[in-house]
C-alpha cells in the first residue's frame, strides 16, 4: 500500500506532500482506484484517525480492510452498498476541496525540467497539454495552472500539443517574447546563444507578442513561421517542417549551410565548436541525422560532404575544425 496514502488518511501528510499526491493521483488510474476504494473503506468504518493515535487507527483501519475483502456475506455487502452514496459524496468533496486549496497554494510553486545534451524528454502538464523537449532546453511550468490561464516558460527548443479550453489561455514565455495560445501545435527554438527565437505553428493559432512592447505583436496561422531578431518580428511559410522530427529523434536539414547546421549542432549536444575556415563551410547540405549517433558520427557524415578536418579537445570539450 503507498505510504503516502495512508499518511493522508491519518492526517500526517504535509501539505506539499498533499499536492503531490493529488497530481499523482491524477495522472495514475491506479493509484486514483486505491485512493476511492480506501476514501470507501474509510467513510464505511467511521474511521477518525489523529497523529496521536496513528498506529492504533491504521492497526483497525487493515483490520477493516482484510474483514472487507474477506467477507462474502450478502448482509456485509448490502450494508457497504447502503453507505455507498454517502462515501461517493465524502469522495467527491474531499477531491473537491483538495483540488480547490492545492489550486490556489501552488500558484507560485513551479517545477523545472531540464533535458541534458544529446537528449530529448516529453511531459504531459496538469491540463493534458504534451511538450516535448530539445536537447539542452529547460521548461519551468507550475503543478497545478490558476483559473485564469496556463504559463510556462521554455529556454531552449519544445514542441506544444496544447489541451484546449476556451477559459484558460496557454501563454508560453521565452527570454523576449510571449506566445498565447487556447490549443493548437507549435515548436518553439529559443536557445539563447542561437541570437533569435523562431516559433513554427502546425494548427490552431499563435499570437506572438514581445516582452518589451506589447503593442508589437502577429498572429500566426498553420503552417506559418516568425522569426524575431531583436524587435524585428518577420513572417513567412514554414521553409522546413521537417525540423520539427527532432521530437523523434532525427535532426532534419533543409538547403541548410553546413556553417548554420554546426552551430545548431553545438547547441544540441553542448560543445563548442570552433571553425577556423568559415569559407569551406559555406556549402548547402540536405539531410537527416539521428539524435543518438553523436556529435562525432555526425561530423564524420558531414566530413563526406565537405573535407575537413577535426580536432578534438576533451578535457576542455572543444572541437576545431580546419581545413
Not at 26 to 46: G, H, M, P, T
Not at 72 to 99: D, E, F, G, H
Not at 186 to 212: H, M, R
Request: aromatic share 10%; proline share 3%; hydrophobic share 35%.
Amino acid at each position: 500500500m503507498d505510504e503516502q496514502l495512508l499518511q493522508y488518511f491519518s492526517n500526517e501528510l504535509p501539505v506539499e506532500e498533499r499536492l503531490e499526491l493529488i497530481h499523482r493521483i491524477e495522472n495514475d488510474n491506479q493509484l486514483k482506484a486505491e485512493f476511492i476504494r480506501l476514501q470507501n473503506l474509510s467513510a464505511v468504518s467511521q474511521l477518525s484517525i489523529h497523529p496521536s493515535d496513528r498506529n492504533e487507527g491504521l492497526k483497525y483501519f487493515k483490520l477493516f480492510d482484510s474483514r472487507i475483502k474477506q467477507n462474502t456475506q450478502r448482509k456485509l455487502l448490502v450494508n457497504i452498498a447502503k453507505y455507498a452514496a454517502i462515501a461517493l459524496i465524502l469522495i467527491a468533496s474531499s477531491i473537491w476541496t483538495t483540488l480547490y486549496l492545492s489550486g490556489n497554494a501552488t500558484e507560485t510553486a513551479i517545477n523545472t525540467l531540464y533535458v541534458p545534451a544529446g537528449q530529448r524528454a516529453q511531459i504531459t502538464l496538469q491540463d493534458g497539454t504534451e511538450v516535448w523537449l530539445n536537447a539542452q532546453s529547460t521548461l519551468k511550468y507550475p503543478s497545478h495552472f490558476s483559473k485564469k490561464n496556463r504559463e510556462v516558460e521554455i529556454t531552449g527548443e519544445a514542441f506544444f500539443d496544447v489541451a484546449q479550453e476556451k477559459k484558460r489561455p496557454f501563454i508560453v514565455s521565452t527570454q523576449h517574447i510571449d506566445m498565447k495560445v487556447l490549443g493548437t501545435q507549435f515548436n518553439v527554438y529559443s536557445y539563447p546563444d542561437a541570437g533569435y527565437i523562431q516559433t513554427d505553428l502546425i494548427e490552431g493559432s499563435v499570437k506572438v507578442t514581445q516582452n518589451k512592447d506589447k503593442k508589437n505583436s502577429i498572429i500566426l496561422k498553420p503552417n506559418e513561421q516568425v522569426i524575431v531578431y531583436g524587435n524585428n518580428m518577420a513572417v513567412t511559410n514554414t521553409l522546413n517542417p521537417e525540423h520539427m522530427l527532432w521530437k523523434n529523434g532525427i535532426y532534419a536539414f533543409t538547403n541548410e549551410r553546413l556553417i548554420t547546421i554546426i552551430e545548431k549542432l553545438q547547441l544540441y549536444y553542448d560543445v563548442k565548436i570552433v571553425v577556423e575556415d568559415p569559407e569551406i563551410f559555406n556549402v548547402k547540405y540536405t539531410g537527416k541525422f539521428r539524435q543518438r549517433d553523436g556529435i562525432d558520427e555526425i561530423l564524420r557524415i558531414l566530413q563526406k560532404i565537405q573535407s575537413f578536418k577535426i580536432e578534438r579537445d576533451k578535457e576542455n570539450n572543444i572541437i576545431t575544425l580546419t581545413k
